[in-house]
Nanobody
Framework: QVQLVESGGGLVQAGGSLRLSCAAS????????MGWYRQAPGKQRDLVASMTSGGSTNVADSVKGRFTISRENAKNTVYLQMNSLKPEDTAVYYC???????????WGKGTLVTVSS
């Protein structure tokens, strides 16, 4: 089992910044992927950005150039720096932890990000 604890959501004006953090209760001996997904009301949950413990990233086109994902492997923590926020970024942001070899796929409870216009 892996528990994920998210923090950093909140209310911000358009053009502002927020930083999300997600700490996993443990890591894995094999490479794993931590990332962020988001779900707006009435919409599906979509990938925002992910990063492997080896440093490879996958970032959604809609946030490229505005959002930056990073992680501290020693702390099993992933961060999402969100700049130039837009009202359409408003959503619940979920942390995700995956490790394919062990069949692991865990979700955090989500943190709400609201961007006002």
């Amino acid at each position: 089992q892996v528990q994920l604890v998210e923090s950093g959501g909140g209310l911000v004006q358009a053009g502002g910044s927020l930083r999300l953090s997600c700490a996993a209760s443990r890591g894995t001996a094999r490479d794993n992927t931590m990332g962020w997904y988001r779900q707006a009301p009435g919409k599906q949950r979509d990938l925002v950005a992910s990063m492997t413990s080896g440093g490879s990233t996958n970032v959604a086109d809609s946030v490229k150039g505005r959002f930056t994902i990073s992680r501290e492997n020693a702390k099993n923590t992933v961060y999402l720096q969100m700049n130039s926020l837009k009202p359409e970024d408003t959503a619940v942001y979920y942390c995700n932890f995956q490790q394919a070899y062990y069949g692991m796929n865990y979700w955090g409870k989500g943190t709400l990000v609201t961007v006002s216009s």
